[in-house]
């Protein structure tokens, strides 16, 4: 069992920073993978980025890749999405999720077991 809390979110102007963090409990995190998405009204949710368990391992969606970083601290049980270049089009509900299976599956939200509840990030032009 694994519990997410996100948090970092807030208001931006476009070419800004923002710093997510993601706070899990349990002692699963560390063989867990983890990834971020996001969700705006109307839209099904988006793959933005994962990360493996080890560290080692990162994937991006294209439209982030450059700009946003996905890392982890497993001794504080906290993985982060470094979010530069804001661009308006990131405007979104952030999500992180945790899951047990790394493949190409983690761009998918089937792949992952537990959800955070969401922080919101909206980048003004």
């Known amino acids: 069992q694994v519990q997410l809390v996100e948090s970092g979110g807030g208001l931006v102007q476009a070419g800004g920073s923002l710093r997510l963090s993601c706070a899990a409990s349990g002692r699963t995190f560390t063989t867990s993978h983890m990834g971020w998405f996001r969700q705006v009204l109307g839209k099904e949710r988006e793959f933005v980025a994962a990360?493996?368990?080890?560290?080692?391992?990162?994937y991006y969606a294209d439209n982030v890749k450059g700009r946003f970083t996905i890392s982890r601290d497993n001794a504080e049980n906290t993985v982060y999405l470094q979010m530069n270049s804001l661009k308006p089009e990131d405007t979104a509900v952030y999500y992180c999720?945790?899951?047990?299976?790394?493949?190409?599956?983690?761009?998918?939200?089937?792949?992952?077991?537990?959800w955070g509840q969401g922080t919101q990030v909206t980048v003004s032009s």
């Open positions: 990360i493996r368990w080890s560290g080692g391992n990162t």
């Open positions: 999720a945790a899951a047990q299976f790394w493949s190409w599956m983690v761009a998918t939200t089937t792949a992952y077991h537990y």
